[in-house]
């Protein structure tokens, strides 16, 4: 059997380390995740009865084009139901713009470093993959600005970014946006928006009336915390959502994940308090940081990415001996904003374990 000759290297996607399996390989009787920006709060009670009422119905296929979710999220968003598409979690809407618009021949640009399936994806399809570093943690749209030609045919562009955490503001990503040629594809993935506080955050739904080449990505996985559900959507132009249909598969988000979806919709009073939540816990993270002198960027999400002094994967390795999960990057570590306690069990792992390494 001979596969693809660009995937036999390609790296596979590393989750984080579940929370079960570390207990039992180190005998740990309490372990807490904070590597896969999941919600600690959980999800809307809401959700948990939807999922309960729709139990009689798992042997009938889900409605393949989420009618009843298309209305709701439509009317909430302020957008045609047509300007929807909707995913096996957002991950399955990066794939399936990879594979409406990439191929042989064609690159896209992003940032580095930024989530890592687009350069899956793009690499995948035969793409060239075109990073473009960051500049103190933020998308140099300059720099990804001067690397497109004739052949680009996506940008890629994580507001905040994951998973540094930074954010561009409008002023910003408008200069950005009119400068993009038309025939290149902006996707502006919105994982993390509604845990953003800044009042500079763009208002992309309303820029979507100014460019048609322009498509935002958004998830039910992370402030809803839904993610085991896998919900993501895309809003865009309708000539953009048709193309992603065309290359969709059929029924590919379930009953239950559709019925949680909306029912997570209707509880927004749930979503400010976990927003609210995770704002006083960033701040109680800095706090810890900062008497730690540890290196971080300032967050527009539910995680921190710091750059500490040390070797990050022993760092990863220090603190899973001590049960707590956490997600370690070239010359970094991204951790999760967890409940209030999570957070204070966290700090104390990580002065046991970057502390005594400057003594």
């Known amino acids: 059997m001979i596969p693809k000759s660009q995937i036999v290297n390609l790296p596979v996607y590393e989750p984080g380390k579940p929370i079960d399996d570390v207990k039992r390989e180190l005998g740990l009787e309490e372990v807490i995740k904070l590597a896969s920006n999941e919600n600690p709060f959980g999800c ?57 618009y990439l191929q042989q021949g064609t690159n896209t640009v992003m940032a580095a470093p930024t989530f890592s399936v687009y350069k899956t994806n793009a690499v995948i399809e035969g793409a060239e993959a075109i990073e473009v570093p960051c500049i103190d943690g933020a998308h140099d749209l300059d720099g990804m600005l001067a690397r497109v030609d004739e052949n680009t045919r996506v940008i890629w562009v994580c507001n905040p970014n994951n998973p540094t955490g930074k954010m561009i503001g409008e002023q910003e990503l408008v200069r950005f946006l009119d400068r993009v040629p038309s025939h290149v594809l902006v996707v502006l993935d919105e994982a993390y928006a509604e845990y953003v506080k800044s009042d500079a955050f763009p208002n992309s ?27 993501g959507y895309g809003i865009a132009k309708a000539n953009v959502i048709d ?30 308090e976990c927003k609210r939540a995770n704002a006083e816990g960033l701040q109680q993270v800095y706090a810890g940081l900062d008497e730690m002198g540890v290196s971080y960027y300032r967050s527009e999400t539910n995680f921190v990415f710091l750059m500490p002094e040390r070797n990050t994967r022993e760092i990863f390795n220090e603190m899973l001996q001590l049960g707590v999960i956490v997600r370690a990057f070239p010359g970094a570590v991204r951790i999760t904003i967890g409940s209030r306690q999570q957070n204070e069990t966290m700090l104390e792992a990580l ?8 003594q």
């Open 44 to 100: 809307s009670p809401k959700v948990k009865e939807a999922i309960v009422s729709q139990l009689d119905n798992l042997p009938i296929y889900p409605d393949g084009a989420c009618l009843e979710l298309r209305a709701a999220l439509a009317s909430f968003l302020q957008v045609k139901p047509d300007e929807l598409v909707f995913g096996n979690g957002s991950d399955e809407i990066v794939m399936l713009i990879a594979r409406a």
């Open 205 to 231: 739904i309303r820029l979507l009336e100014s460019y048609d080449n322009l498509i935002i990505l958004r998830t039910f996985s992370k402030i809803y915390g839904i993610a085991a559900l896998r919900v």
């Open 351 to 358: 002065r046991q374990v970057l502390v005594p390494a400057r």
């Open 243 to 272: 193309k992603l249909d065309r290359v969709r598969e059929p029924f590919n988000v379930n009953l239950l994940a559709q019925k949680a979806a909306l029912a997570a919709l209707s509880d927004q009073k749930f979503v400010e």
